[in-house]
């Protein structure tokens, strides 16, 4: 079946610094990918997606890349700020295109100033 | 326009008692969805509505959970009885349709069953 993974948390670092978070994924077929965030005391937002291989999905200084031959969606930014503080999920379209997503774990990211 | 909005926001309740939980969908919105995040874990789908029907409700973990959305409106899941490993984060989204469109999540309720 369809599911995400992600890297373990939290993510500590520093304001200015560079962020990855890793996130793999296994699915039938070609599905779409999906980063969503929660700020603290919020519901879960969209913030970026990637439709087919080798796609760029891109937002507020965040970037994931389709990669198909590693079957990843990593997102990276290159200078983060304390308001990034939050919980960062990967997500896959399920199976059947209904546009369900299926998510991972989710990865803390505390910045410090 | 208001987003997707779900009550209690928090609610703290011992194992064996009910609690139901709320979901006001984005005005419009035909699709209706459920999850659950167990702490540390990943976000899990329950059900999904299409106006009033469930047009999918193959991730309810057991029979103690009911939902429902009368009139294709708001949208309740109760459960009853609740035991402890209930406890978690329930959030509520909504979308336009069901291919393509931005689905918007509510801030969820938060469960504890002690």
């Known amino acids: 079946g369809n599911s995400v993974t992600q890297m373990e948390g939290p993510v500590t670092l520093s304001e200015e610094a560079f962020l990855t978070i890793n996130c793999t994924y296994t699915?039938?077929?070609?599905?779409?990918l999906f980063w969503y965030v929660q700020y603290p005391g919020e519901g879960l937002q969209l913030l970026l997606k990637?439709?087919?291989?080798?796609d760029k999905g891109s937002n507020k200084g965040f970037e994931a890349t389709y990669r198909k031959e590693t079957t990843s969606f990593h997102l990276e930014k290159g200078s983060v700020q304390v308001s990034d503080s939050a919980v960062y999920f990967c997500?896959?379209?399920?199976?059947?295109?209904?546009?369900?997503?299926?998510f991972g774990r989710g990865t803390s990211l505390i910045v410090h100033p | 326009e208001a987003g997707v909005t779900q009550f209690p926001s928090h609610s703290v309740i011992e194992k064996g008692q009910t609690v139901t939980l709320r979901c006001d969908p984005i005005?419009?919105?035909?699709?209706l969805y459920w999850y659950r995040r167990v702490m540390g874990k990943e976000i899990k789908f329950l059900l999904h509505?299409?106006?009033?029907?469930?047009?999918?409700e193959s991730g309810m973990p057991n029979n103690r959970f009911l939902a429902e959305r009368t009139g294709g409106t708001y949208s309740t899941l109760k459960v009853q009885p609740a035991e402890l490993e209930d406890s978690g984060v329930y959030f509520c989204?909504?979308?336009?349709?069901?291919?393509?469109?931005?689905?918007?999540f509510g801030e969820g309720s938060w469960l504890t069953v002690v």
């Open positions: 989204a909504s979308s336009q349709s069901r291919s393509g469109n931005t689905i918007y």
């Open positions: 699915a039938t077929g070609y599905p779409s």
């Open positions: 990637a439709t087919k291989a080798d």
């Open positions: 997500a896959l379209e399920r199976k059947g295109g209904s546009y369900i997503p299926t």
């Open positions: 005005s419009g919105h035909d699709n």
């Open positions: 509505f299409v106006k009033e029907s469930k047009q999918d």
